[in-house]
């Protein structure tokens, strides 16, 4: 899964950043429409497992400054995800030039 959203990062993000405006748009509409509840959850749901896609992978990978990741994931949680996924390629890199030369 976390491959096909490499693949496809930008798409990936924008549909990211799409479902978390849209979930803030329909918090501060306060429809209460059933309808409107029920998509509002779906897009919750969808965020936090989209969240939860990176942090796994984050936390599985060897990549460099994981605890920075780690820790950004949770205190910028709408721009951790997609900054990793733009980044994970040199994230990888960096620690493997820095394994190498110890």
């Known amino acids: 899964m976390i491959k096909k959203l490499l693949q ?3 798409v990936a993000s ?3 950043f799409l479902l978390w405006i849209s979930a803030l748009l329909l918090q501060a509409k306060e429809i209460e ?3 409107n509840e029920i998509f509002y959850w ?10 939860l896609l990176i942090l796994i992978d984050i936390i599985k990978s060897r ?3 994981k605890i920075f990741l780690v820790a950004s994931m949770f205190l910028l949680p709408f721009l951790a995800p997609v900054f990793y ?3 994970k390629k040199s994230l990888k890199k960096l620690q493997e030039s820095g ?3 110890k």
Request: aromatic share 24%; charged share 10%; no cysteine.
């Open 8 to 10: 496809y990062k930008i």
């Open 14 to 16: 924008v549909i990211f």
């Open 33 to 35: 429409t059933a309808i």
């Open 42 to 51: 779906f897009v919750v749901l969808a965020i936090v497992l989209f969240w």
């Open 63 to 65: 990549i460099y400054r």
């Open 85 to 87: 996924l733009f980044q």
């Open 99 to 101: 394994s190498k030369n």
